[in-house]
């Protein structure tokens, strides 16, 4: 990868001496035509590099990859990176579009008055269901209970899906508990596990990797899972010609939202591009764009405008103020914390 | 001179992969059976042994008299004062040998059946079964959830006949059966091909021997083949037992609710929950299992031979 970038580079620095910025964003993160507007505007050339998990961005990061200007991590994994000092402060008075960020967003518990980050695009884990089915057996998804009581899962046994993830699992199960999504108390934890443990038997199974597919297909009615997977779900399963299609809304208790952040970082070899490139994405139109691609929830208070009106109405996308306060960020798990929950999972998914 | 230039031969020929062993396998067995004597970083990962300060001078922060604050065996603690560790152990075991099993059962007669057709159809059939090696793992693994998703052809026609029988309908993915479906699948050309190897060389004559003394077809397969054949199947077990020890992407998109493996949990250790000692603490563990069931066979072989 390396090696190809270094080709990009080299290519692109014969073609035009040395305006280029270097981008390491999530996979299909940004829309083509926001990326070539931006390219003719700052008469610059964008070359992107992409990453499929926190860890694998940390890990690269960590092991010293220099060339990268701007990088999109999530929220937890913002301290690590300011932290180990892998970047640098953001000037704001390059920045007039950062007051279109709606304040809901900003001030996070990872980088608190956004000095080094500015958010991108958020997404929210909840349930999504096949609409037909959910219809047909009269369910509620407007709460946890379809996901973990046993007296509603019974009508929907082997057709359910949960994330194999332990923050996201546990998150939920504390929030159908009535206990907060960051939680540490041990016998929260202890009355989550049991919730699991309790429901397990009614789940197909942990996926992560394929339920957009197990959705469209029919073979998963209802899902605990991601707001974006769910959109691109909606529209494989219209592309499809299903007799039904995807919904999925915000539960009751409360749900955990993720939120993605542009920074800079300390090697970036164009810190001025990269600010353009901040900026640029935080107006309106060019936030709006890749909501409208893949259904991501937008920061950007300037943005709704611009966004399809069937994505408006999707409240996973545009919470609206109470939807909002119900909303709670996974913060990072540290040290002890974080090996007490791991021997925790391993006890839920190894339970009988 | 003659000799010193064979030797010298020897080692041209045999260094570069034992030094590619040495580098790519000791070294980070070392690093690993290091890690899990060491404490967990903020962040996962490992807690650093060396500081770099803003100058960018890099200091060495263990040393002889505190090296017990950075070196540590809670990690094997950990792993001996829960059960739960050792029930997944022995049940990975199980699924590995279930699947070693079930190859072994279906890799003998396919086996037997190329070595004894014609040199031709041999090379064509040879061919066959390592073709499913050209497209990816993953993708093959992929299939199996569309052939064992409800959806699926295949699915409904087995539960059609089973709704004959007034027997509910089966779901098949997400299962424990499935993951020892893509376990067998992925493995059996590795049964097959060591077994296939072993029994061309069988000579013949042996047979036609064993059948002019009076010998009945059976006691043919068990008292000569069986026994000529028994190195193929320890290789073959060694290819398919092991590599299915340790698997986890199977389990991971075919298995169900309660289907892992320590494969998985290893996996889990590296990637969600960041406890690289624990993790490392798993693989040595998994390590030293597979030694000792292999010293254990290894010795009631021997035994078995002494009897005799």
């Known amino acids: ?352 | 001179m003659q000799n010193r230039i064979q030797r010298a031969a020897k080692w041209l020929i045999s260094g570069p992969p034992l030094l590619y062993l040495l580098i790519f396998f000791a070294a980070p067995s070392l690093i690993m059976g290091f890690a899990a004597f060491r404490f967990g970083g903020d962040y996962g990962g490992l807690m650093p042994l060396t500081q770099t300060d803003d100058a960018g001078k890099t200091t060495l922060l263990i040393n002889l008299h505190n090296w017990h604050d950075f070196l540590t065996l809670e990690s094997f603690g950990r792993f001996f004062e829960d059960s739960i560790y050792a029930g997944l152990f022995l049940k990975s075991f199980w699924y590995a040998g279930l699947t070693t099993i079930i190859c072994i059962v279906m890799a003998y007669p396919l086996a037997w059946l190329i070595a004894r057709s014609p040199k031709k159809t041999r090379d064509l059939l040879v061919l066959l079964v390592i073709l499913p090696f050209w497209s990816n793992f993953l993708i093959r693994v992929y299939a199996w959830m569309i052939i064992l998703g409800p959806q699926s052809y295949f699915s409904k026609v087995l539960n059609s006949v089973l709704a004959v029988f007034g027997v509910e309908p089966v779901s098949m993915l997400f299962s424990q059966f499935a993951v020892i479906v893509g376990l067998v699948y992925v493995h059996l050309p590795f049964m097959v091909l060591p077994l296939y190897a072993n029994l061309e060389k069988h000579d013949m004559a042996l047979l036609d021997a064993a059948q002019d003394l009076g010998a009945n077809a059976w006691q043919r397969f068990w008292k000569v083949t069986w026994p000529l054949s028994l190195p193929g199947i320890w290789a073959g077990t060694a290819l398919v037992f092991i590599p299915a020890l340790g698997m986890f992407a199977i389990p991971d998109l075919l298995g169900g609710t309660n289907s892992i493996m320590v494969g998985n949990l290893i996996k889990q250790q590296f990637l969600d929950s960041r406890d690289w000692p624990f993790g490392s603490v798993l693989s040595i563990m998994l390590t030293l299992a597979v030694l000792l069931l292999a010293a254990f066979a290894a010795w009631a072989g021997s035994r078995g031979k002494e009897k005799q």
């Open chain 1, 1 to 352: 990868m390396k090696k190809l970038l270094l080709a990009l580079c080299l290519t692109a620095g014969f073609a035009q001496a040395e305006d280029v910025l270097h981008i390491y964003n999530w996979n299909n993160y940004i829309a083509p035509e926001t990326v070539k507007r931006f390219e003719t505007e700052c008469k610059c050339k964008v070359v992107q590099d992409y990453y499929g998990a926190m860890d694998e961005m940390l890990a690269k990061l960590q092991a010293g990859a220099k060339g990268y200007d701007v990088v999109v991590p999530t929220g937890f994994a913002i301290p690590p990176l300011i932290k180990q000092g892998l970047v640098q402060p953001l000037d704001k008075s390059k920045l007039p579009n950062f007051k279109n960020v709606n304040p809901s967003f900003t001030n996070g518990w990872y980088d608190p008055g956004n000095k080094f980050s500015v958010p991108y695009a958020f997404t929210t884990t909840l349930v999504g269901f096949n609409d037909k089915k959910v219809k047909e057996l009269n369910l509620d998804t407007s709460n946890w209970s379809v996901i973990f009581d046993p007296k509603v899962l019974e009508k929907i046994k082997g057709k359910i899906t949960v994330l194999d993830d332990s923050r996201e699992l546990f998150a939920a199960a504390l929030m159908y508990n009535g206990y907060q999504a960051n939680s540490t108390k041990r016998d929260e934890w202890k009355k989550a596990a049991e919730t699991i443990k309790k429901a397990k038997p009614y789940w197909a199974a942990f996926n992560t990797q394929s339920y957009i597919k197990e959705l469209t297909l029919g073979n998963i009615w209802v899902v605990h899972g991601y707001s974006s997977d769910f959109f691109q779900a909606n529209i494989d399963a219209k592309t499809a010609k299903r007799p039904f299609g995807i919904a999925y809304g915000l539960q009751k208790e409360g749900n955990t939202l993720s939120v993605d952040n542009m920074m800079i970082l300390k090697n970036a070899p164009r810190p001025d591009l990269a600010l353009k490139f901040i900026n640029f994405m935080l107006d309106g139109k060019n936030s709006s764009e890749l909501t409208n691609m893949i259904g991501s929830g937008n920061p950007n208070a300037a943005a709704a405008k611009f966004v399809q009106p069937d994505i408006q109405k999707i409240s996973a996308v545009f919470p609206d103020a109470t939807a909002m306060k119900k909303l709670q960020q996974l913060n990072a798990l540290e040290g002890k914390d974080l090996r007490d929950l791991g021997k925790l999972w391993t006890e839920v998914k190894t339970a009988k």
